[in-house]
């Protein structure tokens, strides 16, 4: 399976380059790289300026669909992956959770998507797909229908609820993103009690 950042969206409500915000001393983009190189044995960013993030080491690619938003971004990954199946997460979400990302990875097998769903929500952008889905994807942004979940109902989809997630996961951390100061505030308070804690127990 290939790990797959998602680094394409605007940023219009944080004001900056959330991949490239500092969180804990460092981006939140090497963080999420990292954390997937542990995991998968190939690692893409899907960008659409790829110098920005050429230190990494990583394959950056431009959307194959331009302004066709995260589900572009899907398509664009998914097209490019060397493996049949891809773990995709924005590039926001400071506490990614091997296990959490390991228990989705798990119950790939014989589905086209395996998606998490928070407080009745889905969470697309932290769920594996598989290539079987790129046709519909392509029906969808053809049709202008840009929203990710949109496609499901022609999919195979499988579910995980959240008294699975809390399993590995209690409090949900790994979805906990950032697109506005706030959020990142909030995070940086999450964080920062998670480290006195961690302190505590030592």
């Not at 983009?29 to 899907?46: C, N, Q, S």
Request: glycine residues 8%; proline residues 6%; neutral net charge.
């Amino acid at each position: 399976m290939t790990g797959i950042v998602l680094a394409g969206g605007k940023s219009s409500r944080m004001g900056v380059n959330k991949a490239l915000i500092e969180f804990g001393g460092r981006r939140l983009i090497e963080a999420t790289v990292d954390r997937l190189r542990a995991l998968f044995p190939e690692v893409l960013i899907i960008a659409n300026d790829p110098p920005r993030y050429a230190y990494l080491g990583v394959k950056v690619i431009p959307d194959l669909i331009p302004d066709s938003g995260s589900l572009g971004g899907i398509y664009t990954g998914l097209s490019a992956a060397s493996h049949h199946t891809g773990f995709f997460v924005a590039c926001d979400m400071p506490f990614l959770n091997a296990d959490l990302i390991t228990l989705l990875v798990r119950e790939a097998e014989g589905w086209d998507v395996v998606v998490p769903r928070v407080n009745g929500e889905l969470q697309p952008l932290h769920a594996v797909y598989a290539k079987s889905c790129l046709p519909l994807i392509k029906e969808s942004i053809d049709a202008s229908v840009l929203k990710i979940a949109r496609f499901f109902a022609k999919a195979k989809v499988k579910i995980i609820e959240e008294p699975a997630l809390r399993a590995v996961d209690p409090h949900l951390l790994g979805f906990m993103n950032v697109n506005t100061p706030l959020e990142l505030e909030q995070a940086e308070a999450v964080r920062r009690q998670c480290s006195l804690q961690r302190s505590a127990d030592s």
